[in-house]
């Protein structure tokens, strides 16, 4: 059973910066796409950033420029930058990873609060 578990997210002021972390586990396969979206109270779920397992990335308007995903060599791991963060980027951020020949899946989500 593919498990993928959030970290990283918490408190932080407008203008700093936090680092999410996403792994899955219950898995040898390598993920072909890994990406971040999130959910604020009220909202519907948005796309944040995605990345490939050729190293293609592609962001949500919103945070272009501000945020930027990797991943980790050899490792079902992606992490999420965030820098210049914004009230508005408050949200509950969730990890989804595909494979190959599997539907999707989903993190429980990590609560990001950007606050003065």
């Known amino acids: 059973q593919v498990q993928v578990v959030e970290s990283g997210g918490g408190l932080a002021q407008p203008g700093g910066s936090l680092r999410l972390s996403c792994t899955a586990s219950?898995?040898?396969?390598?993920?072909?796409?890994m990406g971040w979206w999130r959910q604020a109270p009220g909202k519907d779920r948005e796309f944040v950033a995605r990345?490939?397992?050729?190293?293609?990335?592609d962001y949500g308007d919103s945070v272009k420029g501000r945020f930027t995903i990797s991943r980790a060599n050899g490792k079902n791991t992606v992490f999420l930058q965030m820098n210049d963060l914004k009230v508005e980027d408050t949200a509950v951020y969730l990890c989804?990873?595909?494979?190959?020949?599997?539907?999707?899946?989903w993190g429980q989500g990590t609560q990001v609060t950007v606050t003065s």
């Open positions: 989804k990873m595909g494979f190959t020949g599997l539907p999707p899946r």
């Open positions: 219950g898995t040898s396969a390598s993920a072909t796409a």
């Open positions: 990345i490939l397992i050729n190293g293609y990335t």
